[in-house]
């Protein structure tokens, strides 16, 4: 019998039902903490909320003054903040502090399990549970391992297309405390949440959205979660406090992807057995007959079956079971095209026409950071066209984007390892020994691009790298541009940097990495 002992999985914690505040009123001369500033507007929309709510605010952060440096100057240089009432603890964090505030507000990426400041916090509350107990907007929710931007940024673009009055928010890097007080009733609020999001609302029974989506789940964060049901467990949180008067939308296609060691393939059909809520399904293939949803035809329209019975928002005069909701898209690739259905079928429940969803989604042009557009330069007879797909931080969205396109493409990708299989993207370049997609690889460096060197070699996929910096790995492919011949049958060739992991070390963030690839691009190879 071994001596070693099996280490136990974290204590899952659950927070006290409600929020902290009774109302808004109630934060007036209260002490808060706002644990982790950072640089992505969380934190600093965090400070000006409780401050604009006449509180006294302590902004904490083991980051640096000039690490945080934009963040401080943003709040520093408002002139409508009392900053007579704002504290900054940076470079360190100090018990005394969490011990003596009234409240702690948490940013989402720090772990509950073993902290010792959280453990001191008389209370806990986040920006996204203040939002849920003080906005009486319809809530979208939205999570996944991936595609969750695209199809919050796609959701929110119909809906305002389509005349609401909705807002965006959450993982997004947006915080909806910036928007609270625009919203009501009649406001819908688009949320992209994140596993650690998720987690940090348990228990408190604040998350009751109106229609709540699943994206692709694959095995993601698990240097953060000791298991993949860990992972999903958090990821269930956004139905759980649904009912039969609001909609959740789950995966129907398998997809052994998702398995991360638990021998399921298919998570779509666990949460249609546990939600409560009227279930919809989104599938590339036609789904069976009884089973409402969306899926892909053959030509890759988009085609949505609901039922007048169930779904009771829908006008009255809708009759047919099944309509066509979606036709030509501007931004490319397949997994693109099934988060914006998924969008198509939100509109769709929101009471907007297919015509006009058609017509709407059809105009959507994507967002940053995820096979982004950006540039266009021509050298020889050949026009090289760039794309950033920054926000690609999983090996599955890396490989969907070397796919992309329908042809060949110059590759770009590397980072830093976050205990991810890496192979998918090796296996998405190569089939039987052959390159099919990539016309040339190029690595940035760090710890996942030495996991991805090991599948490539094993592959005999060739490649240059791994480069140091953004700047040296792209003045290498210009050099081999500038070397090389165009093809006599192809005037158009596509650059696309999809890294398929994240960023740390290199970079503030994975849309820090994208803007400065994106600038480093335009020095580089100019118009």
């Known amino acids: 019998m071994s001596d070693e ?24 001369d209260k002490k808060i903490v706002v644990m982790g500033l950072g640089l992505n507007g969380g934190g600093e929309a965090s400070v000006r909320f409780f401050l604009n709510h006449g509180a006294f605010v302590l902004a904490t952060d083991m980051k640096s003054e000039a690490d945080l440096k934009t963040t ?119 949320l992209e949440l994140s596993s650690w999001q998720l987690a940090d609302l348990r228990g408190r029974k604040l998350l009751k959205p109106k229609v709540s989506i699943i994206t692709k789940i694959i095995p993601d964060h698990q240097n953060f979660y000791h298991s993949m049901l860990a992972y999903v467990n958090d990821k269930k949180l956004i139905y759980a406090d649904q009912n ?20 399921i393939d298919n998570w779509g059909d666990i949460f249609a057995k546990e939600c409560k809520a009227t279930i919809l399904r989104y599938s590339k293939k036609q789904l069976p007959e009884g089973v409402l949803g969306v899926w892909q035809d053959k030509k890759g329209n988009g085609l949505a079956r609901l039922s007048t019975k169930i779904l009771d928002t829908l006008p009255q005069d809708y009759e047919k079971t099944t309509e066509t909701v979606l036709k030509d898209l501007i931004v490319p690739g397949k997994h693109m095209r099934a988060n914006v259905l998924n969008a198509a079928l939100v509109l769709r429940i929101m009471g907007v026409s297919p015509e006009r969803i058609i017509e709407v989604l059809g105009r959507w042009n994507g967002i940053e950071h995820r096979l982004e557009f950006f540039h266009e330069c021509k050298i020889g007879k050949t026009t090289y066209r760039f794309y950033n797909d920054s926000a690609a931080t999983v090996p ?34 190569c089939e039987n020994g052959k390159n099919i997609v990539p016309k040339s690889v ?43 011949t165009s093809l006599s049958d192809q005037n158009t060739q596509i650059v696309v940097f999809s890294p ?28």
């Open 396 to 429: 599955e969205a890396s490989a969907e984007a070397t796919q992309a396109f329908g042809k060949p493409v110059i590759f770009l990708t590397g980072g830093t390892d976050k205990g991810l299989d890496l192979s998918p993207i090796a296996s998405a370049i």
């Open 244 to 263: 039969k008067k609001n909609f959740a939308i789950f995966d129907f296609d398998s997809d052994p992807a998702a398995d991360g060691g638990t021998l």
């Open 500 to 527: 398929g992991s994240t960023s740390f070390g290199m970079f503030k963030n994975e849309f820090d990495r994208g803007n400065q690839f994106k600038a480093t691009v335009k020095k580089i190879f100019g118009k």
């Open 72 to 190: 401080v100057d943003s709040l520093n240089n408002d002139a409508s903040l009392d900053k007579s009432r704002l504290t900054y603890r940076l470079g360190e964090h100090r018990i005394e502090d969490f011990e003596e505030a009234d409240c702690v507000i948490k940013n989402p990426g720090v772990k509950y399990d073993g902290n010792k400041f959280l453990a001191a916090a008389k209370a806990i509350e986040t920006d996204i549970s203040l939002f849920l107990a003080f906005s009486k907007a319809p809530i979208i929710a939205v999570t996944g391992s991936k595609g969750k931007s695209s199809t919050v940024s796609a959701i929110y673009y119909g809906l305002r297309q389509s005349g609401f009055n909705a807002f965006l928010g959450g993982n997004i890097t947006v915080s909806p405390l910036t928007f609270l007080d625009q919203t009501d009733e009649t406001t819908p609020v688009v």
């Open 5 to 28: 002992i099996e280490p136990k999985a974290p204590a899952i914690h659950f927070y006290p039902a409600g929020c902290f505040f009774k109302s808004l009123e109630d934060i007036r």
């Open 442 to 484: 190029y690595l940035l460096g760090g710890t996942a691009t030495e996991k991805m060197i090991f599948d490539f070699n094993a592959r005999k996929i060739g490649y240059k790298g791994p480069f140091n910096s953004l700047e040296e790995l792209l003045t290498t492919l210009k050099a081999d541009l500038d070397a090389s």
